[in-house]
């Protein structure tokens, strides 16, 4: 497993260890903000959410993780 922290695309210098990005052995990726588990890019490149709520904050960390919207995240289907 690796662990790395998520870096703004913004123009911002950091989001201060509040974002994260989980890599497992199966190199799913799993965004964690806030030390909640948000959503998952699986090795084929598919994306699934894993939380179904939105903030501003954390809708800044998924926009850098995969480039989303709130519109284009909330659409996304809930992992079961």
């Given at each position: 497993?690796?662990?790395?922290?998520?870096?703004p695309i913004d123009g911002r210098a950091s989001f201060y260890?509040?974002?994260?990005?989980?890599?497992?052995?199966?190199?799913?990726?799993?965004?964690?903000?806030?030390?909640?588990?948000?959503?998952?890019?699986?090795?084929?490149?598919?994306?699934?959410?894993?939380w179904d709520g939105w903030t501003q904050t954390t809708g800044?960390?998924?926009?850098?993780?995969?480039?989303?919207?709130?519109?284009?995240?909330?659409?996304?289907?809930?992992?079961?």
């Amino acid at each position: 497993m690796k662990i790395y922290e998520l870096h703004p695309i913004d123009g911002r210098a950091s989001f201060y260890g509040k974002a994260r990005v989980i890599i497992d052995e199966n190199s799913v990726e799993t965004l964690v903000s806030y030390n909640t588990p948000i959503m998952r890019r699986l090795p084929d490149g598919k994306l699934e959410k894993l939380w179904d709520g939105w903030t501003q904050t954390t809708g800044k960390h998924i926009k850098a993780f995969c480039g989303m919207d709130k519109k284009q995240y909330q659409a996304l289907q809930k992992a079961v």
